[in-house]
């Protein structure tokens, strides 16, 4: 029924709101005094107090009976806690005033993983997927007075081993130098809990999220999925609201009531009756329509491209019946009004040009109308024990706030993690991040039996109904990499290559799609990422080619070739992965371990903290194609963990560049790069270290992903293209772009030119080329590029280096001096300060370090090509300009 649209204040109405009876929720939560919580293990000789939410892993730190889990060898000197059993239990008092509800109910957020649970000794039910909501109805079991609820743990490790041996799926086991545990695909469970190429293996217990009670005799809100459609100049909103109640109750009445704020303070309510039966499962829905005239909402835009504008969204539900025994129960949300469309379609025909036939699919984001190349990395989880990924909101805050300081518009939340918490997602919606999800299915074949497949129909609906009202969710993919890896024999699968497909299809289409599609009809299901989308579901699913460069999406690493050479990249329509390893900060890295002796390459802690197979060797052979690196050095290991920097960022910049240069006709229409975070202090493709230090890699981010940028490419015949990419409304307009030729011994050009450039809003243009004009002496000079443009706030320098820099003659020894000066920039409740750094004479990649100085340099990695250069320093430390100045070192490349 559409209903009356009235206006009204929603303060007044909530200040109504109190008088009337609410539902009661008991929290069972450690937090709450009431309850106390106890973990012990099969044989009792661990008795602790246990954390809700938490795990085991945690408890038995803050019990002091393991250490730090991410320090040293406690990986896998832990690993016996994930063999023994563990049993978190808890005593609580229930009044008889809350067991006179004719509903009471356990709510469990999330549990981890495998947990037979009692209440008074009787039980009530079983747990087998982390990602799942569980509700049992304990009306029959609670009793008044005191409570206890138990929750029995299953081994996670032999879980997995049993059911393999009953629904075994390739591959048996994870590669030895993962130091990891086998069959993570028969549990759902966080599928890097047992190890990962760049994380250790923490296959933890316990009840993650959220626990309570609920008491009531009506009904409760559970979720509500929302979408919103624009038709001339209406903007039209559908609310679905799924409500619950208890299974012995089959018919309901009441008043469902849905607010909305718009501009000018102003709230649209519209209200509807409610009288209906419930399904079996104590189940029922209710869908409202609202109209909204386009000028009392602003839209919702990525980052990037737009603000983001958040309204909100106000549901209750009221029983009926007298006011004294009404009911209430609320939610709130915030949502955005965009529109959001995958574009897979033959662009010869969108672009009507038909030299562009037989180039397949386009596969872009269309964007309240304008088709946005899309800029980011993938995320993977924050933590690997997940109640910290739950609750650790500064690191989410500072990962998520580093991402669109880089002007990334997009993440990936890729499928070896977890679905990530409300509060993760609500802040990529005030953030302008626009989320690929993947379910969390990774690098394997899956099971297919009813047992699993139940289980994970249990997961999508619960987290697409989650999830579905953040406009921060761009779109659905089923698995990461299992299409491909199946094409492509990874885990030795060819002889039964035809029972993996069914059972793919099975699992990703024929279970996992129409879920899917009920709940959200309207935005993209990709079966796997990377796939060529369309044309992969054309082909039966399982693609010839699931890389082919004129469909979908595409993941590229090539450790062998020249990754700073542009040329070497294939196309790609959107590339959703692609990266290259570093080390982390010697910083970071005592954080894990203290012994000097673990501060080689070839030393068995740096061994065991690599987990890509060969990993130094392709790190190594990276470097050496561009740096001289002397294994006599005595500074070797702080040389490598630095070179190694350097050859990540130069790396993953190049890729980038020429994945934004290949825009034009919008072909490649994404670049998101492996990956953006860590877990723990180790090698890995991440641009932010463990801990939240950002390597050279994130700072260069900031500028090859710069609205505004001039980038050139040295071709395979040594000219150079340079194009002018522009990812803003406005055109550019008889813009400058200065090219000037340096010797790397002075800070004077030798040669200068000015170009005259013009670029379309949201467009890569080709602007010219130009011959290297010292062709003979390529070694002695490098190029720099800059750009002058009214309109245009800052855009970046880029440079070009004709010769790898171990081969570059002139460079001297500089002579840098820096200074230290506070200032009142703002740094949020931190300090400011200005660097200034003087230096004689060309610098490249000066790298700063405020060591046991905690805070954050705005800019880093400089190729520094004039005599004076600041930076900002933010630190929340008590220091002064001087304590600052004898904090920081720095490192630059020299031959
Ligand atoms: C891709 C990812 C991850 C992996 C990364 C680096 O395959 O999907 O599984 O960590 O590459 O190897």
């Not at 002091?64 to 005593?91: E, P, Q």
């Not at 008889?96 to 999330?110: H, I, M």
């Not at 990962?399 to 918490?421: C, D, I, N, P, Q």
């Not at 790397?744 to 080329?769: D, G, H, M, R, V």
Request: glycine content about 6%.
């Amino acid at each position: 029924m559409k209903s009356l649209v009235i206006l009204l204040f929603l303060s007044s109405f909530l200040f109504n709101l109190h008088q009337i009876n609410c539902l009661l929720k008991f929290s069972l939560e450690s937090t709450n005094e009431n309850v106390k919580w106890t973990l012990e293990n099969r044989n009792k000789s661990i008795n602790i107090p246990g954390s809700v939410p938490g795990g085991v892993y945690t408890d038995l730190q803050n019990a002091g009976i393991i250490g730090d889990i991410l320090s040293g060898y406690n990986d896998v000197l832990t690993r016996w806690v994930a063999h023994d059993t563990w049993t978190y239990t808890s005593k609580f008092n229930v009044s008889a005033n809350s067991l006179s509800s004719a509903v009471a109910r356990l709510v469990l957020e999330g549990v981890d993983t495998v947990a037979y649970i009692e209440l008074n000794g009787i039980p009530i039910g079983l747990t087998k997927n982390m990602f799942v909501r569980y509700v049992f109805d304990v009306k029959a079991y609670l009793k008044e007075g005191e409570n206890k609820l138990t929750f029995n743990f299953e081994s996670p490790i032999d879980y997995a081993k049993n059911r393999s041996r009953q629904h075994f799926a390739a591959p048996e086991c994870v590669p030895d130098v993962y130091n990891g545990e086998c069959h993570a695909n028969q549990i759902r469970k966080m599928q890097s809990s047992f190890s990962w190429d760049w994380g250790p293996a923490f296959p933890s217990v316990g009840i993650w999220r959220n626990i309570r009670l609920e008491f009531f005799n009506g009904a409760v809100i559970w979720s509500v999925t929302t979408h919103t459609e624009k038709k001339d100049t209406i903007w039209f909103l559908s609310v679905k609201v799924y409500l619950e109640t208890g299974k012995n109750i089959r018919n309901i009445s009441g008043y469902l009531s849905v607010y909305l704020s718009v501009e000018g303070h102003s709230t649209i309510k519209i209200g509807k009756n409610v009288d209906t039966k419930t399904n079996s499962d104590g189940t029922f829905d209710v869908e409202l329509e609202m109209n909204i005239s386009e000028n009392m909402i602003r839209e919702w835009w990525p980052n990037g491209y737009g603000s983001q504008h958040l309204y909100n969204l106000l549901v209750f539900f009221t029983t009926n019946g007298d006011r004294s025994d009404r009911e209430i129960s609320h939610k709130h949300m915030k949502i955005g009004f965009r529109t959001i469309e995958l574009v897979e379609q033959e662009a010869s025909l969108i672009l009507g040009n038909d030299t562009l036939a037989g180039q397949g699919l386009t596969f872009y984001f269309k964007v309240n109308g304008h088709p946005l190349f899309m800029k980011g990395s993938n995320w993977i989880p924050s933590n690997v024990l997940p109640e910290n990924n739950e609750n650790e909101k500064t690191r989410i805050d500072n990962l998520l706030t580093a991402a669109r300081a880089t002007h990334m518009a997009m993440l990936r939340v890729w499928g070896g993690g977890v679905y990530e918490s409300d509060y993760f997602y609500r802040r990529c919606d005030e953030l302008g991040i626009l989320i690929w999800q993947d379910f969390m299915f990774a690098c394997a074949m899956y099971p297919v039996d009813p047992e699993f497949l139940d289980n994970v129909r249990a997961e999508i609906q619960h987290n697409v109904l989650r999830l579905q009202h953040h406009p921060s969710i761009a779109v659905w993919a089923g698995n990461n990499e299992n299409e491909v890896a199946l094409r492509g024999n990874w885990y030795s699968t060819q002889a039964q290559f035809e029972k993996y497909k069914a059972e793919y299809i099975r699992l990703y289409v024929d279970n996992i799609k129409p879920i899917v599609e009920s709940i959200d009809p309207k935005r993209r299901y990709l079966i796997s990422s990377p796939s060529n989308g369309r044309k992969s579901e054309e082909d039966g699913y399982i693609a010839k080619n699931p890389y082919d460069p004129h469909f979908g999406d595409t993941h590229y690493y090539n450790y062998l070739a020249d990754n700073w050479d542009l040329n070497i990249f294939p196309q790609t329509r959107f590339a959703s992965e692609y990266g290259f390893q570093s080390l982390p900060s010697l910083k970071t890295m005592k954080t894990a371990t203290n012994k000097t002796s673990d501060y080689r390459i070839d030393s068995d802690y740096s061994k065991h903290r690599q987990h890509s197979p060969n990993g130094y060797n392709f790190i190594e052979l990276q470097m050496k194609r561009h740096m001289k690196l002397n294994k006599d050095d005595p500074k070797y290991f702080e040389k490598f963990i630095y070179y190694s920097q350097i050859s990540q960022a130069m790396s993953i910049k190049a890729e980038t560049e020429f994945y934004r240069q290949s825009q034009a006709d919008w072909y490649t229409m994404g670049a998101l790069y492996w990956q953006l975070n860590d877990v723990w202090q180790a090698p890995s493709w991440s641009g932010i270290e463990y801990g939240g230090k950002w390597k050279m890699l994130h700072y260069f981010a900031k500028e090859f992903f710069a609205p505004v940028l001039v980038s050139p490419r040295l071709t395979l015949a040594k000219n150079v293209d340079v194009y002018l990419l522009n990812d803003r409304f406005v055109p550019i307009i008889n813009a400058n772009i200065t090219v000037e030729m340096f010797k790397w011994n002075s800070f004077t050009p030798i040669k200068s030119q000015i170009f005259l450039a013009n670029a379309k809003p949201l467009s890569s243009e080709k602007q010219f080329s130009i011959d290297l004009w010292d062709a003979d002496k390529k070694d002695e000079i490098f190029l720099r590029f800059s750009l002058q443009a009214d309109g245009v706030l800052s855009s970046p320098k880029n440079y070009i280096f004709p010769v790898p820099l171990k081969n570059i003659k002139g460079l001297r020894t500089p002579n840098i001096k820096v200074d230290v000066s506070e200032t009142t920039a703002v740094c949020g409740n931190a300090t400011s300060f200005t660097v200034n750094l003087n230096v004689d004479t060309i610098v490249p990649f000066l790298w700063l370090e405020a060591n046991s100085i905690d805070g954050h340099f705005h800019d880093n990695g400089f190729i520094i090509t004039e005599p004076k250069t600041s930076v900002h320093f933010c630190t929340k430390e008590k220091i002064n300009a001087q304590q600052l100045k004898r904090g920081i070192t720095y490192r630059y490349y020299e031959n």
